[in-house]
């Protein structure tokens, strides 16, 4: 076995602790990566607080993973040691049922197998995260990172670019869309980037008026304050595509008044209930929709990178040192971040 260290949770109210533990040794057809960045997702507060009722203690999170090969299985094709390579949300999945035949590992209907707060496929061990120095997975479950990029503002790409990168391909958005990033945290900042970027018309929909100057640095050609009603009203029954970023449950009805008809409404945001109801007259009324969306598949993930390395694009971060861990999360709660946090892993060898 590998000895590991890392940062856990125990419980959802105590803080992220040293941790120590153990890896497998790569099988034939693993990857050992020596992790050099590791992103804080919002995902990570919301599942070592247990927001979502299903953690698994100790948990270490971190699923925006990346850093460098250290060895490989004997039947490895994809990479070599040294090679940069990154993990996402996924590290298996069933591989036969027709969502992972399609590549939508994260939908496989046999149950994806996440990076944490998971047990490992057929088997009780738990799996943990990247706020660690090594981790071993299936190459299936591993992509590529272009050495062109910066590789610390390269993590939160393998989450919140790819949950925003999936929704804007799945529904095509581009040139002549006029679409909506709501909240500008590290999914939006990803969103607002790539909506840009594939040539839509993007307004940035924030609770926050001091993060105007920003968006429009990051993308957008129009910001517009979600709380404010007549704001709102301006743009009533105008945007093609919304991508709604919001963490915790919230009305969609000011939302869905903005869609034009037959426009969607892409919820990544919410894994909880959302209140108050929503009016089917709304949506009714100009056959719109309302549509979910989780991470992307592993080739998409790819393909994502690859566009990134292409046109230069990477994530707006702020690189803390693993002992920060909990004041992050709490700076993450007070909506304190430009635009995510991403632990510098070569910090775990300092003194705790
Ligand atoms: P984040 O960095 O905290 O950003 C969320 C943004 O939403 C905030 O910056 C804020 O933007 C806005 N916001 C926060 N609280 C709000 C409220 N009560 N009402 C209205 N707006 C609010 O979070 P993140 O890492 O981007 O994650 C966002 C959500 O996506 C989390 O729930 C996470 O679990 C989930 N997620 C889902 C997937 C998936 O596969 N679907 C993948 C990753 C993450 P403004 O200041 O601009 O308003
Ligand atoms: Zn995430
Ligand atoms: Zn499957």
Excluded at 50 to 67: F, K
Aim: glycine share 10%; charged share 20%; net charge negative.
């Amino acid at each position: 076995m590998i000895s590991a260290q890392g940062y856990a949770a125990h419980d959802p109210h105590s803080p992220l602790v040293p941790f120590a533990f153990e890896r497998r040794e790569p099988g034939p057809h693993d990857v050992r990566i020596d992790i050099l960045h590791c992103g804080i997702c919002h995902s990570d507060l919301h599942q070592a607080r247990n927001d979502w009722r299903n953690a698994l203690y100790p948990m270490v999170p971190g699923h925006e993973i990346v850093g460098r090969v250290a060895a490989v299985g004997e039947q490895v094709n994809k990479f070599k040691v040294g090679d940069l390579a990154g993990v996402g949300c996924m590290v298996d999945s069933c591989r036969t049922c027709s969502s992972c035949r399609e590549g939508l590992e994260q939908y496989c209907e046999n149950g994806v197998t996440f990076t944490y707060n998971a047990r490992l496929r057929g088997s009780d061990a738990l799996a943990f995260g990247g706020y660690s120095d090594v981790i071993v997975v299936d190459e299936n479950f591993v992509v590529k990172i272009s050495p062109k990029l910066d590789l610390k503002a390269v993590a939160p790409l393998l989450c919140a670019g790819i949950t925003t990168w999936s929704p804007l391909r799945h529904w095509a958005v581009g040139v002549g869309h006029k679409v909506g990033v709501i909240g500008l945290g590290g999914l939006g900042h990803m969103g607002v980037k790539f909506a840009h970027a594939l040539g839509a018309q993007v307004v940035m929909l924030t609770t926050s008026p001091e993060k105007a100057i920003d968006a429009v640095r990051l993308g957008a050609d129009e910001v517009v304050l979600s709380t404010d009603r007549a704001q709102m009203k301006r743009h009533a029954r105008s945007f093609d595509f919304l991508l709604d970023t919001i963490p915790n449950g919230h009305d969609l009805n000011p939302y869905t008044a903005l869609l034009k008809r037959d426009a969607t409404l892409v919820l990544v945001g919410a894994l909880t209930e959302l209140t108050p109801p929503l009016s089917g007259g709304s949506l009714i009324g100009g056959r719109k929709r309302i549509a979910g969306s989780a991470i992307g598949g592993i080739a998409e993930t790819q393909e994502m990178l690859d566009f990134c390395a292409e046109h230069g694009i990477v994530s707006d971060v702020e690189s803390i040192a693993i002992q920060s861990v909990n004041a992050a999360y709490e700076r993450l709660l007070k909506n304190d971040v430009k635009y995510r946090f991403v632990i510098d892993m070569a910090t775990l060898k300092t003194a705790p």
